[in-house]
């Protein structure tokens, strides 16, 4: 039987829609026997240094990730959501630049976004990537 990984959880810096914290969340993993978890804060990376270190302390494997809102210039629908692994450390210098980005240069009504156009061969090196639609 395959064993299962959580790849896209919220922790209480996805302000929006999570109270998830994470010292509670490596313990609950550990206790359940999962060797890794995923945290993808949407469009920011502000707990991943806490969420790595605690993971680790509870033999835990941190995956980093982000979910970030992807537009279309041009296009008057809403953006879609895309959630991001890294996979390598060139893939967490990458997803850190687009996190970085989408708040100096993306901001649309105050929410930070990623332009498609900035989905670059180099800019999504070393990441793993799933596009969400209607939130799914």
């Known amino acids: 039987m395959a064993e299962f990984v959580h790849l896209r959880l919220h922790t209480e810096y996805s302000l929006i829609d999570s109270v998830v914290r994470v010292p509670e969340l490596v313990d609950a993993v550990a206790a359940a026997g999962m060797h890794a978890v995923a945290v993808t804060d949407q469009n920011n990376l502000f707990r991943h240094g806490e969420f790595y270190k605690a993971a680790l302390a509870r033999g835990v494997k941190p995956i980093i990730g982000v979910d970030l809102l992807v537009r279309e210039a041009g296009e008057r629908v809403q953006p879609s959501r895309l959630t991001l692994l ?45 596009i969400l639609r209607d939130g799914r």
Do not use: F, M
Request: proline share 2%.
């Open 86 to 130: 890294c996979q390598s450390q060139v893939g967490y210098g990458n997803i850190t630049r687009l996190v970085t980005r989408a708040y100096l240069e993306g901001q649309q009504k105050g929410t930070p976004c990623v332009d498609r156009s900035w989905l670059t061969h180099d800019t999504v090196d070393g990441l793993i990537a799933r």
